[in-house]
């Protein structure tokens, strides 16, 4: 059968795609021993790749929930989108999001080190916070001609950076930590 399974794919592990990965873990329900024997490569190369491309148990559950309930999930999406774009929720929601993209992550190791200093910290959250406040007050006010320029500019820096990779893994226990399971 593994034989089989590897024939319909490609046939080697650096060109193995997400969607053949999410159709060996998803739904042939093989392992990631069972994954790296097909491949010839280590069980921890197969679940860096699976775990860095948002191939997790939770993830699919995630999916399957939104699936089996499109229409309410649908309804509570868009209310949530009339609750956040209100011009009163900009400061939380800006000190949120500069809590999970920048505050904790690799500037707070580097605080925890004593590469920065707490008046460091201060001045570059209130940047964040600022910044991120003005995006989403553009938002608010759809004001999308002035974004889209400001974008455009700002889209002429960082072309040498890496591709984006979306980081959806806490985004998306977020729901199943609301529903009573165990995420964040």
């Known amino acids: 059968m593994k034989k ?4 319909d794919m490609c046939q080697s592990w650096n060109d193995i795609t997400d969607e ?4 060996l873990y998803y739904d042939k329900n093989l392992s990631d021993r069972e994954i ?3 491949f010839g490569v280590t069980k921890s190369k197969v679940a860096y790749k699976r775990n860095k491309l948002g191939i997790t148990l939770k993830n699919k559950t995630y999916q399957e929930f939104v699936e089996q309930n499109r229409e309410l999930f649908e309804e509570l999406n ?3 989108r009339e609750r956040l774009l209100k011009r009163e929720n900009i400061d939380a929601i800006s000190k949120a ?3 999970f993209a920048f505050r904790n992550g690799p500037v707070e190791d580097m ?3 004593n590469q920065l200093s707490e008046d460091d910290m201060k001045t570059l959250n209130k940047y964040m916070v600022n910044r991120i406040a ?3 007050t553009a938002i608010a006010d759809n004001n999308w001609l002035q974004l889209e320029l400001l974008l455009s500019y700002y889209r002429l820096f960082g072309t040498d950076w890496d591709e984006a990779e979306p980081d959806m ?3 998306n226990s977020a729901i199943i930590f609301a529903l009573g399971g165990r995420g964040l």
Not at 4 to 7: A, H, S, T
Not at 20 to 23: S, Y
């Open 4 to 7: 089989e399974v590897k024939k």
């Open 20 to 23: 053949d990965l999410k159709c």
């Open 36 to 38: 790296a024997d097909l």
């Open 78 to 80: 868009l209310k949530s």
């Open 97 to 99: 999001i500069t809590h």
């Open 111 to 113: 605080h925890a080190n």
């Open 134 to 136: 003005g995006l989403l």
């Open 169 to 171: 893994e806490e985004i």
